[in-house]
């Protein structure tokens, strides 16, 4: 029993192992491997098309690998519906923001709480005093998260009407707010200016050390990644080209000509 | 760009209201529990009881509310769970002598159960396709109602008498100022309900559906399990209602329960404004009333009036009594600074 919780502690987090995606006839990703352990921030780059935000839909169960396997904490995820990926630690952000337009601030980030909360709709309908309680003890708890991402001041505005960096920042709290292990953050600095794009490194920084979750970052902007991560994969045309640390990826031949033949790089 | 990654926020199908607006303040609350409770002590008892069927449509429009509202689903089938509701109360009252308010939660769980089921295939289609399914249980229902294979109960197309309570406790009030009161009593414990489920956790997991389904199943949310719920909860309410309209009208037949009904009810909603729960009896106020008023501005062309109406108003607020209800709030806020 102790020698697996060891194995267990010493396996990575994550584990994604061969996973090839096809469309049609498009090879969205091809073989691609690699580890996540606790604590790391990884970085994910690649030029658009790489298949990046296709290996977040398979760690989100949105798309179904066509082959290979997906393990968190040494277990198989494919068996799980979408709605259960929350549970098990794995949370996430969307590249073009997905929040829930018509609820304010609190409610988006409340819903965030849904996995980790519990209750049926007739004692929702009747709202005994426990009812009362597990709500406010949420509402404190996603308080607290809103002081720590400067949103307590939105906290009653519907989203629908807010800027973009602040969407994006509402989304972050909604995926703090289920506590992940994981979180997978797909390019967080898209629509940010220069300014904004540091600050949130500092954040993403800030978010694994205080609460040791680990982060899966996806991002075209090369600065950011090469300041903040501690691991680099390279993907392109959904085949994994390099990895190692953010010096040894920014060297490697392939990776540079991949960018340079990219105009969006 | 696919579907997924097109998940921009982007303006949902059913224009709704922000969470925290679902429902009235306190104080005007109050105001209108009082009013209500005083009504019966000034009016006659034919208006009472065309405000008891005020009341009974407003919990049908609530329960389409849930649905509509709630978790963005559309239904056009809402006369069959009346139905069902009301004959399930009819049943139990003359066939098997069951207290008249014992038959009311019967009602709503079966209702519940049929909606919940209905709702199963239902979750494959969405928007245009499931309004056309429900449609189409909507106008199987009267046929079903008829069959000769039910008929020893449902008493096929003559329908069933009800008797109509008493007032219990030797109360000094006639039977129809009794049913108002009964009716007014479960309607607002449904409104209170209804209030209470969208503002917790299950009420916002449906939101979060009809605002966004992908981001609401990364969230943890069984998309499928509170659609469902949502057309289980819409359809058992729309039964309570059923079973009291049953007992109001005194009488069951297949049809009092056609697609004309369903569409009143969608009618009602859109007037009381979609997701607004105090809408409901707006709309409701709509559906009961404005047909009389047409039918004495011209007898022959009631129908032709009714609809002239309805679409001034339409016209002049879109989002139906709940944008007259934000304007007045805007106004009251201004003069009190
Ligand atoms: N749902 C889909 N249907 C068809 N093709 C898709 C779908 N999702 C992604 N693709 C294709 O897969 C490839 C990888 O896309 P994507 O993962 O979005 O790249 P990235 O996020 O790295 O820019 C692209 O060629 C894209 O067109
Ligand atoms: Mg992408």
Redesign the interface.
């Known amino acids: 029993m102790q020698q697996t919780d060891v194995a267990r502690a010493k396996a990575p987090l994550l584990a994604v192992r061969d996973v090839s995606v096809v469309f049609g006839g498009i090879v969205a990703l091809n073989g691609v491997s690699f580890d996540m352990h606790r604590g790391q921030i990884l970085g994910l780059i690649g030029p658009n098309g790489a298949g990046k935000?296709t290996l977040f839909?398979c760690l989100?169960r949105?798309?179904q690998p066509s082959k290979g396997d997906i393990l968190m904490e040494g277990d198989s995820i494919l068996a799980r519906?979408?709605?259960?990926?929350?549970?098990i630690g794995i949370g996430?952000t969307?590249?073009?923001?997905?929040?829930?337009?018509?609820?304010?601030v609190l409610?988006n980030v409340?819903?965030?709480t849904?996995?980790r909360?519990r209750?049926?709709?007739i004692t929702?309908?009747?709202?005994p005093p426990w009812?009362g309680r597990a709500?406010a003890a949420?509402t404190k708890r996603v308080d607290d998260i809103l002081g720590y991402l400067d949103l307590r001041e939105v906290a009653?505005v519907?989203?629908?009407g807010l800027p973009f960096g602040t969407?994006k920042r509402v989304e972050l709290a909604?995926a703090l707010a289920?506590e992940p292990k994981i979180l997978l953050l797909d390019e967080p600095a898209g629509g940010l200016n220069h300014e904004e794009v540091y600050g949130l490194g500092d954040l993403i920084r800030k978010i694994r050390d205080d609460r040791g979750i680990t982060v899966l970052l996806v991002e075209h902007h090369m600065g950011l990644v090469m300041s903040i991560a501690d691991h680099v994969v390279a993907l392109n045309f959904g085949r994994k080209l390099a990895e190692g640390t953010p010096a040894q990826v920014q060297s490697d031949p392939d990776v540079i000509k991949a960018y340079l033949g990219s105009k969006d790089a | 760009m696919s579907a997924l990654q097109d998940s921009v926020t982007r303006a949902p199908a059913v224009a709704a209201v922000p969470k925290g607006n679902i429902a009235l303040g306190y104080l005007t609350s109050t105001m209108v529990v009082i009013l209500l409770f005083a009504v019966p002590l000034f009016a006659k008892n034919f208006v009472i009881f065309q405000m008891t069927i005020w009341l009974i449509y407003a919990i049908a429009i609530l329960a389409l509310n849930i649905l509509t509202g709630g978790s963005g689903q559309f239904s056009l089938g809402q006369s069959a769970f009346y139905a069902l509701g009301a004959y399930t109360s009819a049943i139990l009252m003359e066939h098997f002598g069951v207290n008249y308010v014992l038959t009311l939660p019967v009602a709503g769980a079966l209702c519940f159960a049929f909606g919940f089921l209905f709702g199963l295939p239902a979750l494959r289609l969405s928007g245009i396709y499931l309004a056309l399914a429900t449609f189409a249980l909507a106008t199987a229902m009267p046929q079903i109602l008829k069959l000769g294979v039910f008929e020893h109960w449902t008493g096929g197309v003559q329908g069933l008498v009800v008797t109509k309570p008493d007032a219990p406790f030797g109360l000094p009030i006639s039977q129809d100022v009794w049913l108002y009161y009964f009716t007014l009593v479960i309607s607002i414990v449904i409104y209170v309900f209804a209030v209470n489920l969208l503002k917790s956790r299950t009420g916002r997991a449906m939101m979060a559906i009809r605002d966004n389904e992908i981001a609401a199943s990364a969230m943890g949310v069984n998309v499928s399990l509170y659609k469902t719920l949502a057309f289980g909860i819409s359809a058992g309410t729309t039964g309570v209602a059923g079973g009291l309209g049953a007992i109001a009208v005194q009488f069951v037949a297949p049809d009092g329960y056609t697609i004309q009904l369903a569409i009143a009810l969608f009618l009602g909603m859109v007037v009381g404004g979609v997701g607004w729960l105090p809408g409901s009896l707006v709309g409701s106020a709509f559906i009961v009333f404005v047909p009389n008023l047409a039918e004495e501005v011209s007898k022959g062309l009631s129908g032709a009036v009714f609809g002239a109406i309805l679409i001034v108003v339409i016209f002049l607020v879109p989002h139906g009594s709940r944008q007259v209800a934000y304007k007045i709030q805007d106004i009251v806020r201004k003069i009190r600074k």
């Open positions: 935000t839909n989100s949105l798309y519906p979408a709605h259960r990926i929350a549970e996430r969307f590249q073009n923001v997905a929040l829930f337009p018509n609820l304010s409610d409340r819903v965030g849904h996995s909360t209750s049926n709709f929702d309908s009747i709202r009812v709500e949420t009653h519907p989203v629908a969407q909604r289920a």
